[in-house]
């Protein structure tokens, strides 16, 4: 059995697959399908503390905080924004803030979030740094993690990201948007 690299290839009535076949999930960026691998147990790792680190910082406040899988739809300005009519980008961040509840609803966020962190696992971070940061224009700051740094990205005034802040493994995150939300990173590189 060749390897399943599209939606299109699935024979979801006869078909049979082995978990190696399908332990990826899909994002669509411009409209093409991107299949994604799951995620490490380290990256996972990550995640979990970052997102107690989250759920106490926005327990009490009028943001809204997710984790994925939830699903952001992004539209071009440009275009229509319509009820989905014109949605070519979904991606899942791993972790992300949503400020204006206007934009959610059953199916996730519609929009950009105002704070996106993506974990950078070996083998995706072309991906995550370029397909989904140009997809995520309007997203302030984009937190980008990796094993040994974060690099944090904010939107400026003119509407570009600036130059990105390093942040060793040693040191304090410190939110741009989000001032009081400062994160250790050596309480979310956890490790074995």
Request: net charge neutral; proline share 5%; hydrophobic share 35%.
């Given at each position: 059995?060749?390897?399943?690299?599209?939606?299109?290839?699935?024979?979801?009535?006869?078909?049979?697959?082995?978990?190696?076949?399908?332990?990826?999930?899909?994002?669509?960026?411009?409209?093409?399908?991107?299949?994604?691998?799951?995620?490490?147990?380290?990256?996972?790792?990550?995640?979990?503390?970052?997102?107690?680190?989250?759920?106490?910082?926005?327990?009490?406040?009028?943001?809204?905080?997710?984790?994925?899988?939830?699903?952001?739809?992004?539209?071009?300005?440009?275009?229509?924004?319509?009820?989905?009519?014109?949605?070519?980008?979904?991606?899942?961040?791993?972790?992300?803030?949503?400020?204006?509840?206007?934009?959610?609803?059953?199916?996730?966020?519609?929009?950009?979030?105002?704070?996106?962190?993506?974990?950078?696992?070996?083998?995706?971070?072309?991906?995550?740094?370029?397909?989904?940061?140009?997809?995520?224009?309007?997203?302030?700051?984009?937190n980008w993690t990796d094993p040994e740094y974060a690099l944090q990205f904010h939107l400026t005034d003119a509407g570009v990201y600036s130059?990105?802040?390093?942040?060793?493994?040693?040191?304090?995150?410190?939110?741009?948007?989000?001032?009081?939300?400062?994160?250790?990173?050596?309480?979310?590189?956890?490790?074995?």
């Open positions: 059995m060749k390897e399943i690299v599209s939606l299109d290839q699935l024979d979801v009535v006869n078909g049979r697959y082995s978990y190696r076949k399908i332990e990826q999930t899909v994002e669509l960026i411009k409209g093409k399908i991107l299949a994604m691998s799951a995620p490490s147990r380290y990256h996972q790792d990550i995640s979990r503390e970052l997102s107690g680190i989250f759920f106490n910082h926005f327990r009490n406040h009028h943001c809204r905080f997710y984790a994925a899988p939830f699903d952001v739809r992004l539209y071009d300005k440009r275009k229509s924004a319509k009820a989905n009519k014109d949605v070519y980008s979904v991606v899942q961040p791993d972790l992300c803030v949503i400020c204006d509840l206007e934009k959610l609803d059953e199916k996730g966020c519609f929009g950009a979030p105002d704070l996106v962190v993506e974990i950078l696992s070996r083998g995706n971070s072309t991906k995550e740094m370029k397909i989904k940061n140009n997809c995520t224009r309007k997203a302030d700051p984009g130059p990105a802040t390093i942040c060793v493994k040693e040191e304090v995150l410190n939110s741009v948007v989000f001032p009081d939300l400062n994160v250790p990173l050596e309480d979310i590189f956890v490790g074995d």
